[in-house]
């Protein structure tokens, strides 16, 4: 078995951006600057933002975090998008989710300028994604590919298990798996919550990508020799053997399912730090014009 190091790869990646960063500056351009919406105090969207604003700083960013209480109405976070939208000076901004109950995130999303949506949620870049023209792509789903291509594992003509549907990861892996790409041409089958036989289609897979939000949801049993396996499960579990008094959980039971697979990814360490540098990509791409 070998161990997907996310750390690693987003490390080199981040080293590759700060450099093309650093030339554009040397040429006179301007900084690439990104910029986060966080509502509220949630504590894991503090902290993937706080980790969004460090990876600016180390690659020569500039980045924004415009901060509102749990109690902002709609109207004025749409307002704000419209700031940002007509913002020169900003190239690409994302608006943290989950967002409180009392505002509607399709609303929000589909408010984001497309050619400034660095996350790739909005409907217009989902779209263009599925059909495959240029579009940003979103992060989570990136960074996966990014990963399988960077350990050079084949997934061409290859059974992948994507188990989750949702918006942010499940559903855009499933199309982006299934492509006519460089990282593409799986035959791809998306599990859910009404999925009849999920074990046995797990147990014919070559490649499982678990993004269900479920705690060592994939165990051992369910996983045949050889395959790879990748973890988005970032649940935050209590633990007395954390300062923080948590832990972040996978969607593996990674004792168990490391034994059989050929590859797999840790949490943390693993999916967490490429969702990131591809978020920076993103908005990379967003500075240079190259999307739109
Ligand atoms: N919440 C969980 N993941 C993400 C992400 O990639 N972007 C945003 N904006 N919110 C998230």
Not at 154 to 159: A, F, P, R, T
Not at 234 to 239: E, L, M, P
Request: glycine share 8%.
């Amino acid at each position: 078995m070998e161990l997907i190091d996310g750390k690693k790869i987003s490390a080199e990646i981040k080293e590759e951006i700060a450099l093309e960063v650093k030339k554009i500056k040397q040429a006179g351009g301007k900084t690439p600057h990104l910029a986060a919406i966080l509502v509220g105090h949630d504590g894991g969207s503090e902290t993937y933002v706080a980790h969004k604003v460090k990876a600016c700083e180390f690659v020569g960013f500039e980045s924004s975090l415009i901060r509102y209480e749990d109690d902002v109405i709609e109207a004025e976070l749409l307002a704000k998008i419209d700031e940002l939208n007509n913002d020169v000076q900003i190239d690409g901004f994302i608006v943290q989710l989950p967002l409180p109950k009392h505002i509607s995130e399709e609303k929000i999303i589909e408010a984001i300028n497309p050619d400034k949506d660095v996350d790739g949620f909005h409907p217009v870049n989902v779209g263009r994604m599925s059909i495959g023209l240029p579009s940003f792509v979103s992060a989570t789903p990136a960074g996966i590919l990014q990963l399988l291509k960077r350990y050079n594992i084949d997934i061409s003509g290859k059974h992948c298990v994507v188990l989750g549907r949702s918006n942010i990861v499940g559903r855009p892996v499933s199309i982006l798996l299934s492509q006519k790409a460089d990282v593409g041409n799986a035959t791809v089958t998306v599990c859910h919550s009404r999925t009849a036989n999920l074990k046995e289609l797990c147990l014919q897979a070559d490649i499982i990508i678990a993004a269900l939000g479920v705690p060592e949801f994939l165990t051992g049993d369910m996983v045949k020799e050889g395959t790879v396996v990748i973890d988005v499960g970032t649940t935050r579990v209590k633990s007395d053997k954390t300062k923080s008094g948590w832990k972040l959980k996978g969607d593996v039971k990674f004792d168990e399912v490391a034994e059989k697979c050929s590859y797999i990814t840790p949490v943390p360490g693993g999916v967490g730090p490429m969702t990131i540098v591809s978020l920076l990509k993103n908005t990379l791409l967003a500075a240079k014009g190259e999307i739109y």
